[in-house]
């Protein structure tokens, strides 16, 4: 079942009569910050594993044996 615009605005005056303008915005504002954090979160993430990835990078080796001949 997929919801309409007008069912969604219907729960959102809903909501808006239930909780009161006050407890909906302070509730938006830290969904808000949630999301910000969030953000700041990954970027800072990437960042250090870019970070990490430039500083220890070591050459590759052979490790594949030597062939001998058996027969």
Known sequence: MQMGPW???LIAVVVLVLFGRGKVSSLM???GKGITAFKKGVKDGTEEL???T???VTAARDVTPAETDKV
Do not use: M, N
Request: net charge negative; hydrophobic share 25%.
């Open 7 to 9: 069912q969604l605005l």
């Open 29 to 31: 504002g830290e969904v």
């Open 50 to 52: 870019e970070k990490d």
């Open 54 to 56: 430039t500083t220890t």
